[in-house]
C-alpha cells in the first residue's frame, strides 16, 4: 500500500504573509512530495508494504536510517500542515487548563515554543507533547519524530530553512512569531489530547 500526500487543510494564500502560496508550493508541493515518493519506492515489496507509517517509522529506526528519515519526514510535513490554521481563537476546555497547569498561561507556552525554536541548532522541529496528562515543549533534531514514541504530540512548528526562508530569509524568529502568535491550530491539539493516541498519518 502506497502512501500518498496529505492534502493542505487550508488554501495556499490562506496563511500569508506568515507562510505564502510560493512557501506552500515548494514545501508541501516539493519537499513533502519527495519524502512520499522515497518512502514509498523504499517499502514497495518489502516487509514494510502495508504497514501503518508510524509502524514503519518505528522499524526503520532501528534498522534503516534512510527510510526512517523518509518515512518520519513524511509523517512530520502532514501533522505540520493540521497544526497550522488560516486563524485561531485560542485553546479552551482540557486543552487550555492543562496548559496553564504546565506553564502558567497561553503566552508563557508561545514564549516556550518561540524560544526552543529559536535556540535550536540547525534544522529540525518544535513540539507541544503530552505524557501521562501533563504537557511539555519538546524539539527534535533533523527528521527525528515523536510518532513512534511514548509522547503523544499535539502540534509542532517546522525548524528546517525551507519553511520559512522565502518569506523571512534567515529571521526564525519573525516566523516563529507569526505561526505561533496567529496560526497555531488549538482544535487539532484539543483533538489529539482528547484521542490520547498519537496522529495517524491519513493515507
Known amino acids: 500500500m502506497a502512501f500518498s500526500l496529505t492534502p493542505l487543510p487550508f488554501d495556499k494564500e490562506a496563511i500569508a504573509p506568515a507562510i505564502t502560496a510560493e512557501t506552500f508550493s515548494y514545501h508541501h508541493g516539493k519537499h513533502h512530495q ?3 515518493d522515497k518512502t514509498n519506492k523504499a517499502i514497495e515489496g518489502t516487509d514494510h508494504d502495508g504497514k501503518s507509517l508510524i509502524e514503519v517509522i518505528a522499524a526503520a529506526r532501528r534498522s534503516d536510517q534512510g527510510l526512517f ?6 509523517w512530520n510535513h502532514g501533522f505540520y500542515w493540521n ?3 488560516p486563524s485561531t481563537s485560542g485553546p479552551s476546555g482540557d486543552l487550555a ?21 529559536a535556540g535550536h541548532f ?5 513540539w507541544l507533547a503530552e505524557k501521562g496528562g501533563k504537557l511539555s515543549v519538546e524539539d527534535s533534531h533533523d ?3 515523536l510518532a513512534d514514541g511514548d509522547m503523544n504530540p499535539l502540534l509542532v512548528v517546522d525548524l528546517w530553512e525551507h ?6 530569509q534567515n529571521a526564525r524568529p519573525s516566523y516563529l512569531d507569526a505561526v505561533v502568535d496567529g496560526h497555531l491550530n488549538w482544535d487539532f491539539a484539543a483533538d489529539n489530547l482528547a484521542r490520547g493516541t498519537t496522529w495517524a498519518y491519513p493515507g
Open 163 to 168: 519553511a520559512y526562508y522565502l518569506d523571512h
Open 143 to 145: 527528521a527525528d519524530t
Open 83 to 85: 497544526s497550522l490554521t
Open 69 to 74: 528519515n523518509n518515512a518520519a519526514q513524511t
Open 97 to 117: 487548563s492543562k496548559i496553564d497547569e504546565a506553564f502558567g498561561s497561553l503566552d508563557k507556552l508561545k514564549d516556550e515554543l518561540k524560544s526552543k525554536g
Open 122 to 126: 540547525a534544522s529540525g522541529w518544535v
Open 34 to 36: 519527495a519524502y512520499v
